[in-house]
């Protein structure tokens, strides 16, 4: 993988309170470190696993959500109303 493709990679420790990010930014490296003060992050189990995800899984991690959910409302399409 590209460290200096237009993506965010994301790393967590063992106790899985923590991750940290590294995105670039033409100049250099952000980085970015979110520690929950209660709770953990629903981490993958598998260590060695490359995930790719999407901004929803994303949003859904940050928050302490899995990032895989059972189901999930779907989006409605805008209809015409008479």
Do not use: H, Y
Not at 15 to 42: A, M, N, P, V, Y
Not at 48 to 71: A, P, Y
């Amino acid at each position: 993988l590209d460290p200096f493709e237009n993506s965010l990679f994301l790393f967590c420790g063992r106790k899985t309170s923590s991750i940290k990010g590294i995105l670039w930014e033409e100049d250099g490296f952000l980085l970015l470190t979110k520690r929950l003060d209660e709770g953990k992050f629903q981490w993958p189990k598998n260590n060695d696993e490359v995930l790719l995800l999407g901004e929803q899984q994303l949003r859904w991690l940050l928050e302490g959500l899995g990032i895989e959910q059972k189901c999930s409302i779907p989006k409605s399409r805008a209809t015409k109303i008479m």
